[in-house]
């Protein structure tokens, strides 16, 4: 009986027909009539829950199913069963799968047969004192007050003794008193066990009105129980574990009952440290019955007979104190480090470097940050190495290895992305040959934070094995507070994390913090924690550079200039040998040659397209602005500083060292305090304007309006504070959320 490779007898085996609701009853009822099975299996199940019975309702309800539209199949059965805590062995969701609970891996199992056995010796019959051992045991469980549920009644299925719902009404202190009342006589005090079947009890305090996990008051402890060893094995392996066990139960049979502290504060929190104490003893080899998981579930009683054997007490508080102290004691015993190497031993025959991915600045497996201020494009710099990674080209002066790229866009919507994608290779003027090689992951409005987001980016990467992954940008996914030190090395640990298993590159882009920069080192402009800065081994910071009048001047007349020669070109027109150089690189003798040359015959006015070209030209050059990176490097030495141009939608080198004396110290409009303080009124008035008006063009799309929210960002200020400035310069009109040129 199964289910896409589940075994529905094992899912049903671990839900107990008295825990559920009528509707979850009827469901598995459904389920198994739609996947093919008879009723009998369903009859034989539901005969569990003996206080609920009835013969012939599976039969009557039975004849119903299948005429319902809602469909109810086998997977019901298997989620039910997983809710309440049932996994098949060794099968996990997914197979790049972190441990729950931060859980440290560890790189290799424990290997049980190095663990010393610990002897479980069976009390002698003339020594042994059944109600002592239950006695002891509820003292080391429960308060007086709080209310326990067992089992001495049973019925038979196939020949095994079965657990009837039993007694959970009566408190631990009832429990004693009755049993110290009737002197250690058990059928007298909780009614008479059957001696082949043994009894049962539940670990956890219940509230009274059922036995169901919604019955549970106190999440505190958690049934480990192993019958594939040897008992005194089991022991052995309890103890090097320093398990929390708060009471040890032989079964009387072939297994020890461990009740182990957990002290969850709810069901979620207790699924999570059940999680990870069962894998924390697969480890060890003492491999838990994944049925027993829940909080509510019956183990063995002690001081009672089963079919020969006693069910005794072994033990009451052994191991660690808590939950907790056991949990840092396991992970520091348990690492996934490695052991200390001599030097000695690899000094004639060091490993290999990891191949550069960008020559000079990254290694393939590494991780580097790109940090900039907004409007610095960052992200189609980003695009610009994906771009160049694919196809084998250099990215600003960088060679780079050729190879698969994934792209992480977290940001845009998927058109306008891929629209860019596009418009960076036909800016930059590379074939699109190796278009294969770069694939795009669109997660605008479907992020998860980094530590959700990891395994699923596993899974996807490696299907494809790229050579770099790369995430834009990563306030869309940063888990926890980005100024905490220790939230942050966690948050950066998920991008080792991805490097390591997918034997790739991550990069990502980060924002500056809010106010001047130029004053500080480039890896401390970087916003929040100073691990930002501190765990890529490449960190390139972008920086904008300050342009004088002249030298904004100066590129509007090259740009005009080229414009001019790129129509003569066009259009066929030999110019060259006619135009004295001086006049090609000067903008008003260029165009008024040129005007003469494309004038049709018969007319004073020149061609269209190179009206055209020269107003698209002096708008593109007003509009670029001028960016230094400046890189901190684990790997490679550090490189002299890049100037760069960044005209939408690409960055390109300065060529020609226009930037090279720009100094950044100053590139904030508004300068130190000290500065401030020396200005007149009328100039800072004047230093508001020109950089209002700065920004005003670079948000600008058409040359006429932009974002009100878009200007502040830009200038790092308020909207109240832009709206006021707007006013004050008296150039712009402010309608709504946009605000434009008068």
Not at 305 to 312: I, L
Not at 433 to 438: G, H, K
């Amino acid at each position: 009986m199964e289910r896409r490779g589940y075994d529905l007898s094992e899912c049903l085996s671990a839900m107990d027909p008295s825990g559920l609701s009528y509707e979850e009853w009827v469901s598995v009822g459904m389920a198994l009539h739609a996947e093919g099975h008879a009723c009998e299996e369903w009859d034989a199940w539901s005969r569990r829950d003996a206080a609920r019975y009835h013969p012939g309702e599976c039969e009557a309800k039975w004849r119903s199913f299948g005429s319902s539209p809602v469909e109810v199949t086998g997977g019901t059965i298997v989620q039910m069963a997983r809710d309440r805590g049932w996994e098949p062995r060794g099968w996990t969701d997914d197979p790049g799968e972190a441990l729950s609970w931060d859980m440290t891996e560890v790189s290799d199992d424990v290997d049980p047969a190095w663990i010393e056995s610990v002897e479980v010796s069976e009390p002698a019959d003339g020594a042994w004192d059944g109600a002592k051992d239950l006695t002891d045991y509820l003292n080391a469980l429960f308060e007086p007050n709080e209310v326990v549920g067992y089992v001495t009644d049973v019925w038979q299925k196939d020949g095994k003794w079965m657990p009837k719902s039993g007694s959970y009404t009566m408190t631990a202190g009832e429990i004693i008193e009755r049993l110290a009342k009737h002197k250690g006589d058990m059928g007298a005090a909780i009614g008479q066990p059957n001696e082949e079947a043994g009894a049962w009890i539940r670990f956890n305090p219940l509230d009274g009105s059922g036995v169901r996990n919604d019955n549970v008051v106190e999440f505190r402890y958690a049934l480990v129980e192993s019958d594939e060893l040897e008992v005194d094995k089991q022991r052995g392996i309890i103890d090097e574990m320093e398990l929390p066990v708060a009471a040890l139960v032989h079964s009387g049979n072939k297994s020890l009952h461990a009740i182990v502290r957990v002290d969850a504060r709810d069901l979620d929190e207790y699924r999570k440290r059940v999680d990870y104490l069962y894998k924390a003893c697969e480890r060890y080899g003492l491999k838990p019955d994944t049925q027993n998981k829940n909080p509510s579930r019956l183990s063995r009683m002690p001081g009672v007979w089963r079919n020969g054997q006693k069910q005794f007490l072994v033990a009451t508080d052994i191991g660690r104190a808590s939950w907790s102290e056991w949990q840092e004691w396991i992970e520091s015993v348990n690492d996934d480090l490695p052991d200390p190497e001599p030097l000695s031993n690899v000094w004639d025959d060091l490993p290999e470097l990891s191949e550069p991915l960008i020559d000079g600045v990254l290694r393939q497996g590494h991780k580097m940050l790109l940090a900039g201020p907004s409007k610095a494009g960052k992200s189609f710099a980003l695009i610009e190495l994906c771009v160049a990674i694919a196809e084998g080209a250099p990215w600003l002066g960088f060679d780079c290895t050729q190879g698969r790229v994934l792209y992480v866009n977290l940001e845009l919507d998927r058109a306008s992305c891929l629209h860019r994608f596009k418009d960076v290779y036909v800016a930059s003027g590379i074939a699109p040959e190796s278009l294969r090689n770069i694939d795009v992951w669109n997660l605008r409005g479907k992020s998860k934070p980094m530590d959700e987001l990891a395994a699923p980016l596993i899974r996807r990467a490696l299907k494809t094995r790229p050579i770099a992954i790369v995430i834009d940008p990563i306030y869309k996914v940063i888990t926890g507070d980005e100024n905490s030190a220790d939230q942050m090395a966690r948050f950066c640990n998920q991008f080792d994390r991805v490097c390591t298993e997918v034997g790739c590159a991550v990069i990502y882009c980060h924002h500056h913090s809010k106010g001047a920069q130029g004053g500080k080192r480039a890896m401390d402009r970087a916003s929040g924690s100073g691990v930002f800065a501190r765990d890529p081994d490449a960190q390139l910071d972008m920086i904008e550079l300050e342009l004088s009048d002249a030298i904004v001047k100066q590129q509007e007349n090259d740009a005009v200039c080229q414009a001019c020669a790129d129509v003569l070109d066009t259009l066929g027109i030999a110019w060259r040998e006619h135009i004295p150089y001086d006049d090609q690189v000067m903008e008003s003798r260029m165009v008024k040659a040129a005007r003469e040359r494309t004038c049709p015959l018969g007319s004073r006015e020149p061609d269209e397209r190179l009206t055209r070209a020269i107003e698209a030209a002096r708008a593109a050059a007003r509009a670029q602005s001028a960016w230094r990176i400046e890189g901190t490097l684990r790997e490679f030495p550090r490189f002299e500083p890049l100037n760069l141009w960044f005209r939408y939608p690409v960055h390109r080198k300065d060529e020609n060292g226009i930037l090279a004396d720009i100094k950044t110290d100053a590139n904030d409009w508004r300068g130190s305090g000290k500065d401030r303080r020396k200005k007149s009124p009328e100039e800072r008035a004047e230093d508001r304007k020109n950089a209002l008006t700065d920004a005003f063009k670079a948000c600008s799309m058409d040359g006429r309006k932009a974002a009100v929210k878009d200007v502040a960002e830009f200038m790092e200020r308020s909207e109240k504070t832009v709206r006021r400035y707007l006013k004050e310069h008296g150039g712009f009109w402010v309608e709504g959320s946009e605000t434009g040129l008068k």
